[in-house]
């Protein structure tokens, strides 16, 4: 064997905690931790491509003590626990190691730098040179004529590289010195005492001198000092046993084959697979040969097919198979209720993908589609649903959409797409040149298998009744509510436009009479130069293109001087304006007169519903001047009433359900006014000596206790201060103790198994929850206690809009809107009084709390003006 050839022998251990330090917190897509096995990989990787070693092995440490202890119990005793975000990377770096072919050692009652010195002698002893690779230096106490340390320091990148030479340089001594130096001067780290008051000069200067710890001792008369040498005299034995400890084991009994090292091939396929479950995209190039790509080149899309062919072949597939598989492509912001015929339909048949309009989709729809006999696989179910809608076709059930599949097992990734889907779950690639219609096409094609992989892990994750019963049901609401859209009076929008444009300019009048002179106060630029030049107010922050005008920095400086308030005043009502009058007719439909917004079921990371195209749930409705803008939406009929149905206090009943906290319960249970109650419980009144400011005050702190509230966002909530705050949430929990109790208890779950859950098993990774980094952490705790309760609120909102649906069936209502803990919808109102009875029936019985659930009516002519309807509680 040629004394050139070498192996490289890597300290995972030591390794993987540089790793783990030096790079920021990353995560994969199921919120589990991956910066030390990136860290780790790619010093790896990298290690590889520029040293091509001929041999590569990796020792780790075996968790529990070594013989170590057994010479000294408190041996690392003062070492900090490794951090709860790095201890489940060990397994996914030695799965790396394992796919690459990379022998790991590892032996119970050693250390890593036990098994290296131990292989390097090996290796050395077959004429092999030795470099080994850690962020430890204990092991430089092993070079020698073979065997070199390429030492990692700070970041990944930081490498020195030791030989005989380099450790003389550095350290004045031998390699085989610096053990004796460990026994003398000890190690803090590792807990190793060594001699009291000799550090890393007097050690090196004794040794220069005596050459070795035994020689010293026999020598103690010779040293210098008469404490030094007297140390050295009564703590002759601990230096001893130091050095013991610091001695790297080179003799473990190890079952070591140098072949088993040299590197060979591995499974690249296997390789790619698994570097893109951890979200490696940067690592994957490496590993071409590896990756499964999608280029568009075996998919039979017909485009123009004959459609009698068409329909002949659909049904017989779906006749074979049992299911009918199509997939809706709508480009742009505008649905198939805005742009019917804008769209493209795929569908699956005998020889191949048909593409087809949605209005030929529609009137074959009878001819292919068996609901008896037929399940449906769709991508992008909603879209279905609305085209057939839009043709007055009866709502079918869908039996499997991926994207809903995909966003329930990790809801932090939006609105997962076709390419995410294939990556993630088939592993393949898709090309960046092939068109979305071929991508779906191909998506189409291999649906089955994605089923099969997604099914599988919502059974692992307990998410299967969720999506079946829950989230999938729910797409048919959803589109009827897009179909239906709200009926908007333009005319109220712009008249109160031009009242409101009158207003902004009488602002701007006196803010010109302020400054002394006119300026554009919708240029930041302009405004600072007014306020901070002119006027010379106190500068607070500067950016890049000049003086920061926002809303923060106006807020400092209003006492300043009159024209801030005006400011502040111009642009609260110049948002609105721009924001609500000016944005929202433009989207009123010429045909139907309504807003047809889009309700997104994929994007909130609590399953919570959004609305884009516009935002509806974003109307203002706690300022006079945004309930004006809920006036303009009215009912679309004359004679027909908007009712509204909004859930009472949703969140605080489910935190006193799922918290079971005792004086909550019994709150609501004898429909007690929960804030009056928090008020004297907190402020040690009698109720009737609750005033309105406490009252308030309770309110904030029940809503802030339910998001993790801290003392300080109390505090700049409620202008007290800090103390008085922490005072506040200290007599809440000793009041509401079981409240207490549930938020210790889901922040403890949470870190121990990475995730929360709601009533009805949705989950949320909480990635930053085990974080070293405070802030991180704090953020992550707060999100772990308000999820459950957010995202049970959630849940019971998408069972009521099932039921309330299923309902509306056999009457005449239509459900219009969901917003936040209300449904809106508009009602003859001849049934007016009857609908709305069923309504809140339905509501308040689709899921059972410990608690009652309240649901409050009202109904008017618009969305501003209503009146209560019934007996409900008050919020």
Request: hydrophobic share 35%; glycine share 6%.
């Amino acid at each position: 064997m040629g004394i050139d050839e070498k192996i490289y022998l890597l300290d995972g251990h030591s390794l993987a905690h540089r790793a783990f330090y030096a790079l920021p917190m990353l995560t994969n897509s199921d919120g589990e931790y991956t910066n030390s096995v990136f860290g780790f990989t790619k010093m790896l990787l990298s290690l590889i491509d520029e040293k091509s070693p001929e041999y590569l092995a990796v020792a780790m440490d075996k968790e529990g003590k070594t013989f170590r202890h057994e010479e000294y119990e408190e041996y690392k005793a003062d070492r900090k626990e490794t951090p709860a975000e790095l201890k489940p990377q060990f397994d996914k770096i030695k799965k790396v190691l394992e796919l690459l072919k990379i022998p790991l050692y590892e032996k119970k009652g050693f250390e890593a730098d036990d098994l290296i010195g131990t292989i390097a002698n090996k290796a050395a002893g077959e004429s092999l040179k030795v470099v080994i690779v850690s962020g430890d230096r204990d092991v430089l106490q092993l070079v020698d004529k073979n065997i070199s340390v390429l030492y990692t320091s700070g970041g990944i990148k930081d490498r020195t590289f030791y030989d005989l030479e380099k450790v003389r340089e550095e350290y004045e001594l031998e390699p085989e010195q610096l053990v004796d130096m460990k026994g003398l001067m000890g190690d803090s780290s590792d807990n190793i005492p060594g001699v009291p008051l000799i550090g890393e000069k007097t050690a090196t200067k004794l040794l220069k001198k005596f050459s070795d710890l035994e020689t010293i001792l026999d020598n103690i008369d010779k040293v210098s000092g008469e404490k030094r040498s007297e140390n050295l005299k009564n703590f002759a034995d601990q230096a001893r046993m130091s050095k013991k400890l610091g001695l790297i084991d080179t003799s473990v009994p190890l079952e070591f084959k140098l072949e088993d090292c040299r590197r060979g091939e591995f499974d690249e396929a296997e390789v790619y697979e698994y570097f893109s479950s951890l979200g490696f995209d940067s690592l994957l190039g490496r590993f071409e040969s590896g990756r499964k790509k999608l280029d568009g080149s075996d998919i039979n899309l017909i485009e123009k097919p004959d459609i009698n062919n068409m329909i002949q072949n659909v049904t017989q597939k779906a006749a074979e198979d049992g299911v009918l598989k199509i997939s809706v492509l709508y480009s742009g912001e505008k649905s198939p209720v805005e742009n019917f015929e804008e769209g493209k339909i795929l569908l699956a048949g005998e020889d191949g993908i048909y593409q087809i309009k949605p209005g030929t989709l529609t009137e074959i729809w009878n001819e292919i589609y068996d609901s008896d006999n037929t399940k449906l696989k769709i991508c992008q179910g909603k879209e279905l649903l609305l085209v057939l809608r839009s043709a007055g076709i009866p709502l079918p059930d869908i039996d499997f959409e991926p994207q809903l599949a995909s966003y329930l097992l990790n809801p932090s990734d939006s609105l997962p797409d076709h390419q995410d889907i294939l990556k993630k779950h088939l592993k393949l690639d898709v090309s960046e040149e092939i068109e979305l219609r071929v991508i779906q096409a191909h998506f189409l094609n291999k649906i089955d298998r994605i089923e099969e992989k997604l099914q599988n892990r919502l059974q692992e994750k307990n998410l299967l009744k969720l999506y079946h019963q829950v989230e999938l049901p729910l797409l048919a609401p959803l589109a009827e509510m897009e179909y239906n859209g709200i009926k908007v009076d333009t005319a109220c929008l712009n008249d109160l436009s031009e009242k409101w444009q009158g207003k902004i300019e009488e602002i701007e009048e006196r803010a010109y009479d302020l400054a002394g002179e006119e300026f554009n106060l919708n240029s930041p630029q302009q405004v600072g130069e007014i306020l901070f030049e002119k006027l010379e107010l106190p500068v607070i922050k500067k950016t890049k293109t000049g003086y920061s005008t926002s809303m923060s920095v106006l807020e400092k400086i209003e006492d300043e001087h009159p024209i801030v308030p005006v400011i502040k005043e111009f642009r609260h009502w110049s948002k609105l304006k721009s924001t609500y009058l000016d944005a929202l007719p433009p989207l009123v439909n010429d045909e139907t007169g309504r807003i047809h917004t889009s309700f997104n079921q994929m994007v909130t990371a609590t399953g919570r519903l959004s609305s884009t195209d516009p935002n509806l749930q974003n109307i203002p409705i706690r300022s006079e001047e945004g309930r004006e803008i809920r006036k303009a939406f009215v009912p679309g009929s004359k004679d027909w009433k908007l009712l509204t149905a909004d859930y009472s206090q949703i969140e605080l009943r489910i935190l006193a359900h799922i918290s079971g906290d005792q004086n909550l319960i019994e709150t609501f249970n004898n429909k007690g006014d929960i804030h009056n109650e928090t008020a004297r419980r907190i402020f040690n009144v009698e109720s009737e000596d609750v005033t309105g400011n406490m009252r308030r005050k309770a309110k904030v702190i029940n809503f802030g206790i339910a998001y993790g509230m801290s003392a300080y966002s109390l505090s700049e909530d409620l202008d007290i201060p800090h103390n008085e705050a922490e005072e506040y949430i200290e007599r809440y929990f000793s009041r509401f103790s079981g409240v207490k109790k549930y938020m210790d208890e889901i922040v403890e779950r949470a870190g121990e198994q990475g995730y929360v859950t709601t009533l009805l098993d949705r989950r949320r990774y909480i990635a930053d929850i085990n974080s070293s980094n405070y802030h991180r952490r704090s953020f992550a705790e707060r999100t772990a206690i308000n999820t459950p309760i957010q995202g049970s609120a959630a849940d019971i909102m998408k069972l009521a809009m099932l039921d309330v649906h299923k309902l509306l069936q056999e009457m005449k209502a239509r459900m219009l809107l969901q917003v936040h803990d209300e449904l809106v919808l508009e009602v003859p109102e001849s049934e007016l009084e009857d609908t709305a009875a069923r309504v809140k029936q339905k509501m308040e019985n689709c899921y059972e709390l410990k608690v009652p659930v309240i649901v409050d009516l009202e109904a008017g002519d618009n969305w501003r003006d209503k009146e209560k309807l019934g007996v409900s509680e008050d919020a």
